[in-house]
Structure formats: structure tokens, C-alpha cells
């Protein structure tokens, strides 16, 4: 049984008496209800989180007057200045796509949500490849993104959607095969045996297996994965100051809090990925740490590294176009191919 759906009917014993086909169209619901109610106060702290982190390293106070300290309330004043707003449609945009494309880049990231390992006990699907099919669902928002510029019929909304699609395209080739450097000495696929193929102490993390090697698979992924959700400096697709919003320039009120929703929920997903496949997922780093719950190290994991994508985005400047395709194509491609060489030699010899 899935352990989800264990951890539902331990949790409401009743569901055991009903029939199959609707316990787990209930749990199905309710799994999802869940992980939507995550993101959005993910998002909330992280946009409130990021405009202190820029407040700071701009030498600037941030929010600090509504809400009270530190200006806390003040994403939840403009979420809800979003939902009041008017929803405004071009008069000569392709009104069903252009409805559509919020919805697909988000239920693209809720979906990658799926097969997170929580912890030893909560995974939502345990599925034998895990990862590949993360890697594959988190593809789809690609075609939101180029539906929503498209759509639009706005020349800098379809600049942004072919500079995501070229973007996310090119990056989630380096990005899978640093994975794959991992996948290599781990033997698995699942995100519950690539984690516990981690068990021990820090050093028994995959970062540091293979040293030197996996370590510069990590930064590899973590590179291709600013990329792959937009985070600077790989901006370009939204680029305010060359093409005002880029792929996202006419939406306005509740489709476009579901575009930044999507942003947020994949820059979790990203760091939850790397936090499994190299920083031992749940498991602490000594074993004197144990008594802290997984779900704490795990979310802890994820949140560090999301700090350090804000941190890169008030750091560093905006990549061209040119310079965007050099980095994948000539640097991280031929880096992880080259590291998938060497595991491979290192595991046969």
C-alpha cells in the first residue's frame, strides 16, 4: 500500500469501510488540498522572506509598517489586492489558452509534489522512478509558459515565452545529468531509496560520495535549476527591463498569482530534489540528531536552499541570451557528461 494511502487510513479509520474507488478519490482530494495549502503559505513567507533578504542586502529596511513587526502582513495585503482585482483579458488574445496557461504552469508544480519524501513514513507516491517522472511533470509548465505568451498576442509576452522554452529546454539536459551521476551510484531511481542510500552521517550524503565528482554534480543541478524556474540570473523570460514582464506582461488579478504561485511552488520543488538526491533528504547529518523529526530536515534542507536563490537573485546581474546558451551548451553539459564518465569508470575499475 502507498504511503500515502496508509497514512490516510490510519489517520480516518472510517475509509476502510467505504469502497475503494471513492477512499481514494477522497484521499486523492484531500492529498492535493494539502499540498495546495502548503504553497500558498510557502509563498507567502518566501515573497515576504525575499523582500526582507533584498532589504538587507541593499542596505534598505523592507516592508516593516503593515502587519505590524516587520511588516509581516504585507503579502497578505497585496494577495488580497490581487483577489479583488479585475480580471482584465486583451480584447484580441486567445481567450481560452490565455485562461488556461496559469492553470498548467501550476498544477505543474503541484503535481512535482507527488513524490517528495517527506520523511520515511510520508511519502506521498512511492514510485520505483521517482524521479524521472519529477523531472518529467515539471516539463510541462514549458507549455504553459509558451501558451500564456502565445495567447497574449503581445510581442514581448511571446519574446518571454520562446526565451523560457529555449531556456527551460536547454537547462534540463545538464540538470538530469548531474542527476544521473547520482542515479549511477545509488542504483535507483525512487526517492525513498535515494535517500536511504544516504544513511550514516554527513559525510555518507551523495555531495560528498564520490568526492569531488558529486559535489560539482550538485552545483551543476542547483545551476541548471535557477534556470529551469526562471530564478536570476537566468530572468530572461521575464526580463521587466527589456520586455516590461515578459510572459506573464497582460495577465493581472488571480492568473497572475497563479503564474507566481507556480514560481514559488517549483523553486521549492527544485530545492526538495536537490535536498533528496544529494543532502540526505530527511536524515540528519550526525546520528545525535535523530530525535529531531525528518519533515523538520527535510523542509530545512529545501528552505536553505532557497534562501540562496534569493540570495544569488540581489547578487548577481541578468545573463544575456548568448551567454544563458554558452553556459548550458559549452560548460554544464560538457562538465556533467564528463562526470557521468568518470562515476562510471571509478564504479567499473
Avoid at 489586492?81 to 496559469?102: G, H, M, S, T, Y
Avoid at 518529467?136 to 518571454?160: E, H, T
Amino acid at each position: 500500500m502507498e504511503p500515502l494511502v496508509q497514512f490516510f487510513f490510519n489517520l480516518l479509520p472510517f475509509l476502510s469501510d467505504w469502497p475503494e474507488w471513492l477512499a481514494l478519490t477522497v484521499i486523492g482530494v484531500a492529498a492535493a488540498i494539502m499540498m495546495f495549502g502548503f504553497i500558498a503559505i510557502f509563498a507567502l513567507i518566501a515573497i515576504w522572506l525575499e523582500r526582507k533578504i533584498s532589504g538587507h542586502m541593499q542596505d534598505r529596511l523592507g516592508p516593516m509598517e503593515v502587519g505590524g513587526w516587520h511588516g509581516w502582513a504585507q503579502t497578505i495585503a497585496d494577495t488580497v489586492k490581487l483577489l479583488v482585482k479585475e480580471d482584465i483579458i486583451p480584447e484580441k488574445a486567445d481567450r481560452p489558452l490565455f485562461k488556461l496557461a496559469p492553470m498548467i504552469v501550476f498544477t505543474a508544480a503541484l503535481s512535482g509534489f507527488a513524490v517528495l519524501p517527506w520523511s520515511s513514513e510520508f511519502i506521498p507516491a512511492d514510485l520505483d522512478v521517482g524521479l524521472l517522472y519529477i523531472l518529467s511533470i515539471s516539463s510541462f509548465a514549458v507549455i504553459g509558459i509558451l501558451m500564456g505568451g502565445w495567447s497574449s498576442n503581445n510581442k514581448w509576452s511571446l519574446y518571454g515565452a520562446m526565451r523560457g522554452v529555449s531556456q527551460v529546454v536547454s537547462y534540463e539536459i545538464p540538470a538530469a545529468l548531474a542527476l544521473l551521476a547520482v542515479i549511477m551510484s545509488a542504483g535507483t531511481m525512487s526517492m525513498r531509496g535515494l535517500v536511504m542510500a544516504q544513511s550514516g552521517n554527513i559525510l555518507d550524503w551523495n555531495v560528498f560520495n564520490f568526492f569531488p565528482l558529486t559535489t560539482i554534480a550538485f552545483f551543476i543541478y542547483f545551476i541548471a535549476s535557477l534556470a529551469e524556474v526562471n530564478r536570476t540570473p537566468f530572468d530572461l523570460p521575464e526580463g521587466e527591463s527589456e520586455l516590461v514582464g515578459g510572459f506573464h506582461t497582460e495577465y493581472s488579478a488571480m492568473r497572475f498569482a497563479f503564474f507566481f504561485l507556480g514560481e514559488y511552488a517549483n523553486m521549492f520543488v527544485v530545492s526538495a530534489i536537490a535536498a533528496t538526491v544529494f543532502l540526505g533528504g530527511w536524515l540528519p547529518p550526525f546520528e545525535a540528531l535523530g530525535f529531531i523529526p525528518g519533515p523538520l530536515w527535510f523542509v530545512g534542507k529545501a528552505l536553505l536552499l532557497v534562501f540562496v536563490q534569493m540570495w544569488l537573485r540581489w547578487t548577481l546581474p541578468r545573463l544575456r541570451v548568448d551567454q544563458l546558451m554558452y553556459t548550458c551548451w559549452k560548460v554544464l553539459t560538457p562538465f556533467s557528461m564528463a562526470i557521468i564518465l568518470l562515476i562510471g569508470l571509478w564504479k567499473v575499475l
